[in-house]
T-cell receptor
């Protein structure tokens, strides 16, 4: 069956450290994968999109990798700040129709 | 950047009544919008794809007669929850694609049916 899974329900780290979140998928062959941030009671906010032919993408303190062999994407936040505390969702378009399938999200808590 | 405005942000309604949620693309035209539902501590689940000028397509298990979608213009899609029941209480979110910049989402509507 098709699955998209994110590691652990919550991740607690100290301010200044690098947070690494994992997204694994099975039985999909996505052309791209996306990462979103969601704060409580709000809609997701787009962060990064990485295509299947891209190994890595960066945006300020964010870095995303995409390994189509392992069927895994890693999302890194360097020099983390308490303001980075939120739930992070990975998503892929399973059928290239624009319909996004989301992982269950990983809640990140950055402590000062 | 592309903005999707969603209203209302919160609504409480009585069981058996209908509720309309609006989603507008403010600075771009969205021929397609997507409607999601999110239960507490769960991820977003796609309900339906809203297509401008044509019927919406619903995901398996979503009742089209209960969740009416209208996409009458390139900037407005509406979701009407008809004859709402407490189990319909959820967080409803719309989204639209803007190419290589991913998808932009509305701020969501918290529906509580009492």
């Amino acid at each position: 069956s098709q699955k998209i899974e994110q590691n652990s329900e919550a991740l607690n780290i100290q301010e200044g450290k690098t947070a690494t979140l994992t997204c694994n998928y099975t039985n999909y062959s996505p052309a791209y994968l996306q990462w979103y941030r969601q704060d409580p009671g709000r809609g997701p906010v787009f962060l990064l999109l990485i295509r299947e032919n891209e190994k890595e993408k960066r945006k300020e303190r964010l870095k995303v990798t995409f390994d189509t062999t392992l069927k895994q994407s890693l999302f890194h936040i360097t020099a983390s700040q308490p303001a980075d505390s939120a739930t992070y969702l990975c998503a892929l378009d399973s059928s290239n129709t624009g319909k996004l399938i989301f992982g269950q999200g990983t809640t990140l808590q950055v402590k000062p | 950047g592309a903005v999707v405005s969603q209203h209302p942000s919160r609504v409480i309604c009585k069981s058996g009544t209908s509720v309309k949620i609006e989603c507008r693309s403010l600075d771009f035209q969205a021929t397609t919008m997507f409607w999601y539902r999110q239960f507490p501590k769960q991820s977003l689940m796609l309900m339906a794809t809203s297509n401008e000028g044509s019927k919406a397509t619903y995901e398996q298990g979503v009742e089209k007669d209960k969740f009416l979608i209208n996409h009458a213009s390139l900037t407005l899609s509406t979701l009407t929850v008809t004859s709402a029941h407490p189990e319909d209480s959820s967080f409803y979110i719309c989204s639209a694609s803007f190419g290589d910049y991913g998808y932009t989402f509305g701020s969501g509507t918290r529906l509580t049916v009492v």
